[in-house]
């Protein structure tokens, strides 16, 4: 079966968690709003699921996955089933639930990277809100960051199977995910990653290793990894680097 | 086997999700942090945790759940871990994972909440974010809130067991959230929700049956149920209740 996900065609945003983790999985899968609007795709194909009048289990917003008669959405919740399914998780309870607690950090640092930028509302541009964006991405560079990456740093450090991963020996969907994370403070805050990156060593070599896995190099080298831009939860905005 | 929860003591936050399921399924559970220091409670026990030296499941912040040898954090998390064990979730996996994907929602939505009155910086103070906040929240109340109960409404009207619960024909762990979503909300934005509230009939006629459940209605008559405040995630500003 082929795997469907949704995402807004134009950003890497939260549909790029799901994506790296079918990626090393290496499922098939279409990226159905990346296709012409006149084959089913575009901004429209989202808008019909969210919007869906006979559906019982509606959805709130992208990323959405349908295999087959399941349609899932949630990033979280996505990639638990994404996980179990393709041997990105470990299989026992207390492995899956500490996998799971880790991408449930992982998503609420999402939004706090996301309102550096947008701290007073999605709906008004970032011209409107730049003065309050640059007090709260101070606080971000200053305070949220470095507790985030610390704690990611600790968790690998007490890895029992060894400093390399978070959970466990093998690669699991968080660790894909920290990589994304780490990918998207070095375009939003190169200055700010830079001063603090090599108090990180272990983050930094587990992002590095996983950048050069052959599935996901290829993904990455590939037009279907978009790029970084000033649309996505990620921005560039110089006065914001702190 | 006696639950402990390790949740800041004045306060109801994101640990009262987790009383509330725990008050529901009349499970026996220790409110750790709410004991005296003394006794091994106060904001000390849940320091200790986080900042435990020797564990190799770190913890990032309270709410945390310990259950013989496990620390479940992350309120989702944990709330998938009671539900599972005590009838507050389906048993089938798509039940699971969509109770799981609505709890998701309610937990995006809950750090909306927050930012309402705390746009800039947690490490703020409300007056000194008092202007952003109003900008922010008069978006949350004219935007974000309908968004978010226009959804719950629709998903219990949808329900194909009913439009009585979230999910099939039994309440959920995520039920008791949105119950305690509405409370929040009505102390928080007391002449918001009036003007609104009449627009999701199904949703706060839910949260009424669910404050009348026995074992909920004698939590809420307690001496345990903290009252909402201004320290916690909801609180009453009018200034920023539009």
């Known amino acids: 079966m082929v795997y469907k996900l949704f995402y ?15 990626e090393e999985a290496d499922v098939k899968y279409t990226d159905v709003a990346r296709k012409p609007a006149s084959k089913g795709g575009g901004v429209k194909s989202i808008l019909n699921l969210i919007n869906d009048k006979e559906t019982a289990y509606p959805v709130y917003a992208p990323p959405i996955l349908i295999i087959g008669k399941k349609i899932i959405s949630q990033t979280p919740n996505i990639l638990m089933f994404l996980g179990a399914r393709h041997k990105l998780a470990p299989k026992n309870e207390d492995g899956r639930m500490w996998v799971h607690q880790l991408q449930l950090v992982i998503s609420d ?3 706090e990277v996301h309102d550096a930028h947008h701290p007073l509302a999605k709906s008004l541009y970032y011209a409107e809100q730049k003065k309050e964006a640059r007090r709260r991405s ?8 470095p507790k985030f990456l610390n704690y ?15 959970v466990g020996a093998r690669i699991s969907y968080a660790d894909l995910s920290l990589f994304q994370i780490i990918e998207g403070l070095r375009y939003a805050f190169p ?4 001063k ?9 070599s587990l992002s ?3 950048s050069k896995r052959p599935r ?9 990894r978009i790029p970084f831009n000033e649309h996505g939860i990620f921005r560039y905005y110089k006065e914001l680097d702190n």
Request: positive net charge; without cysteine; hydrophobic residues 40%.
């Open 8 to 22: 807004w065609p134009s950003i890497q945003g939260r549909g790029e968690f799901i994506r790296l983790a079918m």
């Open 109 to 111: 640092f999402l939004v």
């Open 138 to 145: 101070f606080d971000f560079t200053s305070s949220r960051l």
């Open 152 to 166: 990611m740093e600790l968790v690998i450090k007490r890895n029992p199977s060894g400093p390399y991963n978070l």
């Open 191 to 194: 200055s700010a990653m830079q």
């Open 196 to 204: 603090i990156e090599s108090d990180y060593p272990r983050t930094i």
């Open 208 to 210: 590095a290793r996983i």
């Open 216 to 224: 996901i190099r290829r993904y990455l080298e590939s037009p279907n």
